[in-house]
């Protein structure tokens, strides 16, 4: 089996006891503790740092649904290159949406899977924030309303696209190998 | 359930006899036809030059394995952002390499697949022939040697990049949806 | 003068039977072959898939005339910087099109080109079919037919994009040598 | 005088009072608050993970000097093109590299600026995480060494481009306009 | 103290007369001889040609202010990346247009800077011109004119980017650093 | 016959004598006056400049020869677009080379041309120029040395780049025809 990260990762005891407890109860609820918690935990401030940014952008709240959040995720970690991200968070978003097809359609090409016009408003307003965010103007935020989207979801979507940047980023320099449980996951 | 493919599919009925047989025969051994073979049946010819194409490149035969054909299919439809080929070519790279895993990690960013470092120089290869053709020259083909691929391998890892970089863009422009069969197949 | 291919070509009677008619019978109707007939006859197979694939696709049928395909030949070739297609299908387009500066035109800047409005819809749509499939959408599609293009054509246009796009990769990476002779005809 | 976002910002008696007092802190020290702050503040609980995730990243602690830090933050975010970022870690970067000319220079073009070839080799590799994070690999990080970067500091490099990676695309998209006391700060 | 250019320079005394005599003009109104001038003196006929051509695109003349030309210098010449320029023509900027804020503004990101809808307008169709010159066609220029800008002026514009692209390129081929000075002017 | 540009021009009489003069000089040489003249000279302080400034490069002088810097204009004029000058230098390279076929190969993709190894890595640098002048540094001069190109050849080959990129982009926007002449001299 490869590593989990090209950085050594500790071990549960050697860890903080709130990171700890985090671990073991992803680990009861899922069976198993995702990779990335490992790799992040090497750096305690930035472990917790991290996950209360995800737990303040990924909860259910406003007017994204968390299978919509789980489609910007995938949609952007794919465009990205991150595979720790994609298989994880497409895993996610199988169980989410209950649809076992819609993350590796949304991974390849989120403008031919089987999402709705909303979503792919979504979707088209998250990938110019992970791509261009610098050229993002109104028009980009008018063009969501029309679908449901107010000013609060415009700042979800991009927030969560920013957030995977720099996740797809971590996760891609410290190579951090997605758990093989994910890849089944939902289909 | 959305349709095979924006341009309209004909029945097999409607079909020329040589083109019938090809798949009821890959019916009989898949247990399902490939969407891509009834929407490239509009046109007998295009279809048949396309698998003689296809079935030239293929099979097993020189030094690249079948699992490392489809390896270069992957990752390339995967850059090329072609659903289709992704999930078809995903499944079909899954059974070859025995590798439930392989397929997802290649799509998504093949540097970081559980691949040998003679597969990376393939791929690195693959993907220079589809996004910077004109620039490949002597020194790409003399870094595959060293990993026991000869002139005829460059040939056809070539030839294989070049012909489903064509397949990406008709299944694109056609639409064609992936049977929902690929996407569990091998897994 | 320099190789026709950095690989070997075949002699004449060292070709299938059916292979070498076919270039007698264009050495007959041109005065030469054309090198790239003697570079793909390495692979009688790919050979003969590649030219049923050509002639399906270069004939008179439908809306577009024969330079109409010549010009997305030339056009999509020039920007993948594809030398013995540019020069080749250069030639040809000149004599289909009787017009001795449109492929040189087409070459370097299509949208600066003495051709229709109808021809510049084509070349969009060829370009972004070469560049960019994976974004094609019913719009590009719809915005072929003021322009007298019906869905046939808007396949017929993508897939000569498609398959000339293969034909440049194979060309790049054999470094196939357009033959002198082409270079002024129709000039 | 324009507004400090696209966003509404809140007043300070509006906010929690951890939040406001960590406003008041930093306006006690530099005479002003910088809006991102009021921007981020709309969000509390985002608020505080990024102001967590900042302090644990930018801090005097192994191999990088702080003006380091700056100088990643300064040349990553002028490439993302964030107006933000670059005017008010531009002046934090000239303060702490006790240098008027460096963040001008860092922020146009790195690689024509004052700097040592330790730091050209710490931006080439933060440059490389924010654009082709996707691509990094085991010799990206091996050049760092003979600079004296160890695996905690390529860790911090990685870190520090991908947060500001994150920073950059949520400034641009609230339009977060740079307090003007950051122009001309330290010059 | 960094040299001046990769290039060495010419001293006032080795200079034929013209153009030590433009260089004793500059020093007189500004106080110092801007590196550029002492770099483009290795080649006294390269020099006057640039400069006759300065003059004639840079003066007020037609509809755009001196500022406004020095804006798109600016703008294009951050988007080049080229210290020289942005660092001395920033200062021009701030000068010509009475405001110290706008040069750092428009050189990391224009689309966020405090300048008129038509100055938005002018800027958007030098940076095609700067990175799409090939693409511009009749709708560019008439996105100018309800601006108030007419034929000669999007000439002027279209002008100015291409002078300062081929200032950009020579300022940074031969590495030419801004002189001190220019950071503070107009501050 | 399709306008010359889409600017008007003026007619010779309404002219400078000076610029007269130098369009009938080349009339009597050539046998037509190059398009390029007639629109320049709708500004005649910039018509002057830029042929001062093209005749300071374009002459022979130092190492490169008359036709190596058509050379170079030619290869960066195409990766420009711009059909003005690759249709008009490609004539003056054919000629100043006494080769019929160079031009159009250069154009399409200098790494396939029949050039040698010295004009391949002139080309190389000009491209760099042309397309990434940020990021030249000297390693890229010191890898023209070794081809007999001295410190005064680079900077002949970056300016000629510098100079034509300008050039490119004024044809381009001012939509200059290339004179039909252009085409078949030369060949």
Not at 117 to 125: G, H, S, V
Request: hydrophobic share 45%; aromatic share 10%; net charge negative.
């Amino acid at each position: 089996m490869p590593p989990i990260s090209r950085f050594d990762v500790p071990t549960l005891d050697e860890l903080p006891d709130d990171i700890r407890a985090r671990m073991q109860h992803v680990q009861e609820k899922s069976g198993f503790i995702p990779n990335i918690f490992l790799v992040l935990a090497r750096r305690p401030d930035e472990f917790r740092a991290f996950f209360a940014y995800h737990d303040a952008l990924m909860g259910e709240r406003g007017g994204l649904s968390k299978a919509e959040r789980e489609m910007i995720v995938v949609a952007t970690s794919a465009a990205n290159q991150c595979q720790y991200c994609v298989v994880a968070h497409g895993a996610i978003l199988r169980i989410r949406a209950k649809d076992p097809l819609v993350a590796d359609q949304v991974a390849v090409n989120y403008r031919k899977a089987d999402i709705t016009p909303r979503q792919k408003a979504m979707l088209d307003f998250a990938m110019k924030v992970a791509f261009e965010a610098h050229a993002v103007d109104e028009p980009d935020i008018e063009r969501l309303k029309p679908h449901g989207f107010d000013e609060e979801d415009a700042w979800d979507i991009a927030a969560i696209a920013a957030f995977f940047g720099m996740s797809n980023r971590i996760a891609n320099v410290t190579n951090t190998r997605p758990n093989d449980e994910f890849y089944t996951m939902g289909r």
